[in-house]
């Protein structure tokens, strides 16, 4: 089945610091890719996506590229600010006539300034 | 503006009662979902409908049930209320479009404790 393993955290950083989160997926199929982050007390807001082989999703500054051929999805900033203190889940969407999101189990990013 | 709303946003209740937590999006999205999340387990799928009438059970569907009759709403009841059912529950919708490109958009969440 589908899976997603993202790593552990939690990461500590210092403002302007350079932010990876890895992702990696396991799927059937071609699946879509997605970054979600959720800020404290809220819910989850999608961050970027790419929906096929090599695209780069980009939002607020960070960045992921889809590579097929190391299933992976990881997500780059190149200088994190304390705004940018979430839980990151990695997702994804193997489609056929499933809508379902399988996701990984998030990174907490603290960022002190 | 079109939003995804959720209520009670926390709720206290005691073992073996019956609750009932309730989703209303106003996206006119055919898909819905449930979720639960947990520290080390990250988001879980509770139950899904894909339209009116339709339900489906996902990963950890045991001691939960849902109900769509409208677009609009699906309420998550829990039949009799579990200490293990303590949980942030998160509820989500998504157009049909795109199929496995589309994106959910989630609502605030409803902290349940279960004493």
């Known amino acids: 089945g589908d899976s997603v393993t993202q790593m552990e955290g939690p990461v500590t950083l210092s403002e302007e610091a350079f932010l990876t989160i890895n992702c990696t997926y396991t799927a059937t199929g071609y699946p879509s890719l997605f970054w979600y982050v959720q800020y404290p007390g809220e819910g989850l807001q999608l961050l970027l996506k790419a929906t096929k082989a090599d695209d780069k999703g980009s939002n607020k500054g960070f960045e992921a590229t889809y590579r097929k051929e190391t299933t992976s999805f990881h997500l780059e900033k190149g200088s994190v600010q304390v705004s940018d203190s979430a839980v990151y889940f990695c997702?994804?969407?193997?489609?056929?006539?499933?809508?379902?999101?399988?996701f990984g189990k998030g990174t907490l990013l603290t960022v002190n300034p | 503006d079109a939003e995804i709303t959720q209520s009670p946003r926390h709720k206290i209740t005691e073992t073996g009662r019956q609750v009932t937590l309730a989703c209303h999006q106003t996206w006119n999205h055919n898909n819905m979902f449930w979720y639960r999340q947990d520290l080390g387990h990250g988001l879980r799928l509770i139950h899904y409908s894909y339209g009116v009438q339709d339900t489906n059970k996902g990963e950890v569907s045991d001691g939960y049930s849902v109900s769509r009759s409208n677009t609009e709403d699906l309420p998550l009841t829990l039949e009799s209320a579990a200490s293990s059912q303590t949980s942030v529950y998160f509820c989500?919708?998504?157009?049909?479009?795109?199929?496995?490109?589309?994106?959910?958009?989630f609502g605030p969440g409803t902290r349940l404790t279960v004493l």
């Open positions: 989500a919708s998504s157009e049909r479009s795109g199929g496995r490109t589309d994106t959910q958009y």
């Open positions: 997702a994804l969407n193997s489609g056929g006539s499933n809508y379902k999101l399988t």
